[in-house]
C-alpha cells in the first residue's frame, strides 16, 4: 500500500453510519486503523473488487467483532455506489476499535504508476509483524520497514521468518520462479491473502502454468527470478537485492514478464451492483 503523501493526509475521510451513509469528517481525527483495504480505480474498472471486500470482511470479523458483517456488508455497498467512473483513484476502506467502532472511507488519488521494475532490501531481522494474516495493525511497522529500504537505495523491504522462510515484502506479495514453473509461498505461511496474486493463480491456470506452492529460504530467493504483486502496481519483477551490508546484486529478470504483466493488468471488471459478491461460476 502506498505511503500517503502530505496532499493526500488533507482529504478528509468519509465516515458511514446506517442513518447518514457516507458523509465528509473534516474533523476526523482517526487513531490507527485496525483493518483497511485499498485497490486502484482506473476510469471506473477495478480489479478483484469483490476480493477485497471479502478479505475485508474476514479481517473485521477477526480483528474487531463488535462490528456485526451485515453492518460491514451495508459500509461496503455504500462503497461501491461511490466508486468514480472517471480519473485514477486508490481509495482505502477503514475500520476502528473502541467503545462505538467506526468504518470509513478514504477517497485518495490515485499515485502516479512507479517504475516497472522493483529493487528489493533484505533487512538483517526477521518479520516484526504481529498480524501478519490482516491488513491494518502493523501499517506503522510496515511504513518504517520501507523508509529503511529507501534509505539502503531500495524500494519495499522482505520479509521473512526466524527460520529464513521468505514470506512477502512489507507492501507486496511475491512469487519466483523455477524453470517454467510459478512458485507461491505454501499455504499456512503466515501472509497476507493476496487478490492480485489470486489473479496471477488464475491466469497461470488459463495458459496451463504449472503453479507450485512451497517453502523457499532466504539464501536462495535471490538466485530465482522474482516478482512482487500488489493492488496498485500490478506484478513488477525484481532487478535487484540490496543486503543488510548495503551491498547490491543484480536480479534475475526475464522477457516473459512483460507478458503477465500486461496480462495481470487488464484483468478488470466494471462496478456493478452486486460485485461484493462472490462471481457466478460458468
Known sequence: ??????????IPRLAWSERSGLTSAPEWRPDEPAVVDSWLVAEGRVRGLPMHGRRFLRACAETVPELP????????DAVR?????HGRWFPRIEAYRGPEPRLALWPRPAPEPGAGEVTLWIPPDPDPRLWPTVKGPDLRVLAGLRKRAEAAGADDALLYDGGGTILETAHS???????????????????LPSVTRAHLERL???WRCPVRSERVDLAELPGLETWTL??????????????ADGRSRAARVSP???????????RAVLPACNLWEPPCAH
Open 256 to 266: 516473459r514478464a512483460a507478458d503477465w504483466r500486461r496480462a495481470v493488468r487488464h
Open 173 to 191: 506479495a511475491l512469487v519466483w520462479w523455477r524453470g517454467d514453473e510459478l512458485c507461491v509461498p505454501e499455504a499456512g505461511l503466515p501472509v
Open 204 to 206: 497461470a491456470g488459463c
Open 81 to 85: 455506489r461511490w466508486l468514480p467512473a
Open 230 to 243: 500488489n493492488a496498485l502496481h500490478g506484478l513488477r519483477p525484481v532487478r535487484a537485492w540490496v543486503g
Open 69 to 76: 458483517p451485515a453492518t460491514v456488508q451495508c459500509f461496503l
Open 1 to 10: 500500500m502506498a505511503v500517503p503523501s502530505l496532499d493526500e493526509r488533507s
